[in-house]
């Protein structure tokens, strides 16, 4: 059975979520909020903090795999040698490891940290007040945050849901494939249509936790223009999920790869409400 065919097929079946369509959610708001430098800092501030939410859930689906070894078999081997979970676990560290220390960069640099770098950045080019980082965390942006977490646990209910593991595993890769699209979208915006800041971003270093990082290396290794981390997530996620129903067990097959395409559904619906909230005024709650 191609596990790695099944899981393709689920996530583009007819009447799935559309990456054109979240194509176009990252461009309306880039169109709305970046013709003004408050605006766009803002944005991106907002950006950030969404983004610095799944370090920790794609940590807690690592998590949550580990802890299901019963599930995970491997067919000829002694109950107590056969269960395979940290390797099914394993390709989705790969993205949790990243997250906290990107292994492109020459020294420790988590990604939020990186992220912070890029709004540092953006802050010096157009010489903003520090009090533009000093509006707190939107209500709606509170709530959406959490949605990460309870995402990437697939909504778990009791502590041995195996369906949640695998509506966790639709969740992360919904979030690296359409990550992927949205930082080259990004990418591409400041390139083309603000190529002064591009530049500036370029040259400049932020140093943060006494270490120095490149303004713009946060947006460069996200993007498909650049070190496109985010498709060699995804690339590592479908491979998870692929050995993950290869060593199913005691468990229903066709409702695990249904859980991953559920799971696909509700990182799109957080998606489209991100990249509609975030173009509201700051003011609206």
Same mark, same amino acid.
């Given at each position: 059975? %191609? ?11 007819? #009447?799935?979520? !559309?990456? !054109?369509?979240?194509?176009?959610? =990252? ?6 909020? !970046? ?5 766009? &800092? ?12 799944? *370090? ?23 109950? /107590?040698?056969? %269960?395979?979970?940290?390797? &099914? ?8 490891? %990243? ?15 990186? *992220? ?47 369906? *949640? &593991? ?13 990550? /992927? ?18 530049e500036f971003m370029k040259r400049k270093t932020i ?7 490149? *303004? ?15 498709? /060699? ?7 998870? #999920? ?11 097959? !066709?409702?695990? =790869?249904n859980g991953i395409y559920e799971g696909f559904k509700?990182? /799109?619906? %957080? ?15």
């Amino acid at each position: 059975m %191609d596990h790695l065919q099944n899981i393709k097929d689920v996530l583009f079946q007819q #009447g799935a979520p !559309s990456v !054109s369509g979240a194509e176009q959610r =990252v461009l309306a708001a880039l169109a709305n909020t !970046s013709t003004e430098p408050t605006k766009f &800092v803002t944005f991106m501030n907002n950006y950030t903090k969404w983004n610095g939410q799944f *370090a920790g859930g794609v940590a807690s689906l690592t998590s949550l795999i580990s802890q299901n070894p019963h599930y995970f078999k491997e067919p000829g081997f002694p109950s /107590d040698l056969a %269960d395979r979970a940290t390797f &099914v676990a394993s390709f989705i560290f790969d993205a949790a490891r %990243d997250e906290y220390n990107d292994s492109a960069q020459a020294h420790r640099d988590p990604h939020r940290i990186l *992220a912070q770098a890029t709004l540092m950045g953006m802050q010096a080019f157009y010489d903003l007040p520090d009090t533009v980082f000093e509006q707190g965390t939107q209500t709606w942006l509170r709530f959406l945050s959490h949605n990460v977490i309870d995402g990437y646990v697939g909504g778990m209910t009791t502590p041995n849901d195996i369906y *949640a &593991v695998f509506r966790g595993l639709g969740y992360h890769l919904g979030s690296e494939l359409l990550a /992927d699209r949205e930082f080259s979208i990004i990418d591409n915006h400041f390139r083309t249509m603000h190529p002064e800041l591009f530049e500036f971003m370029k040259r400049k270093t932020i140093k943060i936790a006494d270490m120095t990082h490149r *303004a713009y290396a946060w947006i460069g290794i996200h993007s498909g223009l650049g070190g496109g981390v985010e498709t /060699d997530h995804y690339d590592f996620g479908l491979q998870g #999920g692929a050995v993950a129903l290869k060593y199913l067990h005691d468990a229903d097959y !066709s409702a695990c =790869v249904n859980g991953i395409y559920e799971g696909f559904k509700r990182f /799109d619906e %957080d998606h489209k409400y991100f990249f509609e909230a975030a173009q509201v005024p700051s003011w609206i709650e």
